[in-house]
T-cell receptor, first 113, second 115 residues
């Protein structure tokens, strides 16, 4: 898990409520990423940020929002507009060198009922 | 369409045995190919990373090979241990992805090592 923390590990919400997932890194990485993992599917990119105060949509951004006010933090909000929010959410961070290696956090399992 | 396909979907082996996991990709050109290990309910952890010019990379009992001509990679696990039980994910980074680094993930092979 390196220096990336995600909290909480398990999160339960009622349908129609927004919920924010936390991601913090102390690796001094410029880039941060949010992925969603569903059974039988590869990780899918939700949002990514290469620098503070800037972020871009990934492949499945609808129903999600992010902010990047600090280098260390990249919180993800799952809004009520996300039709199927129940999933395992992974945050990652990475350097901007040629390896573009990404280091993943431990994940947050969100269950919406 | 850039895709990464892994086989088998799942595999059961006895402790101490060897196994090989396969990864076929259509991403071209690509910058590097990685194998990750993901324990249940945890984040993926990098095992190996190979550039397009490398043929093999080892990390302890894990050895990854790459054939850029056939667009295939394999992950060989030697003398398996119970702690090797996990999902193994093949990930390809398209060339020119740059800092956006939009990786292409396979769906993984779920390995169960039994005593």
């Amino acid at each position: 898990d390196g220096g990336i923390t995600q909290s909480p590990k398990y999160l339960f919400r009622k349908e129609g409520q927004n919920v924010t997932l936390s991601c913090e890194q102390n690796l001094n990485h410029d880039a941060m990423y949010w992925y969603r993992q569903d059974p039988g599917q590869g990780l899918r990119l939700i949002y990514y940020s290469q620098i503070v105060n800037d972020f871009q949509k990934g492949d499945i951004a609808e129903g999600y929002s992010v902010s990047r006010e600090k280098k260390e933090s990249f919180p993800l909000t799952v809004t009520s507009a996300q039709k199927n929010p129940t999933a395992f959410y992974l945050c990652a961070s990475g350097r901007q060198d040629s390896s573009y290696e990404q280091y993943f956090g431990p994940g947050t399992r969100l269950t919406v009922t | 369409k850039n895709q990464v396909e892994q086989s088998p979907q799942s595999l059961i082996i006895l402790e101490g045995k060897n196994c090989t996991l396969q990864c076929n990709y259509t991403v071209s050109p690509f910058s590097n190919l990685r194998w990750y290990k993901q324990d249940t309910g945890r984040g993926p952890v990098s095992l190996t990373i190979m550039t397009f010019s490398e043929n093999t990379k080892s990390n302890g009992r894990y050895t990854a090979t790459l054939d850029a001509d056939t667009k295939q990679s394999s992950l060989h696990i030697t003398a398996s241990q119970l702690s090797d039980s996990a999902s193994y994910i093949c990930v390809v980074s398209p060339f020119g992805g740059g800092a956006t680094n939009k990786l292409i993930f396979g769906t993984g092979t779920l390995l169960a090592v039994q005593p």
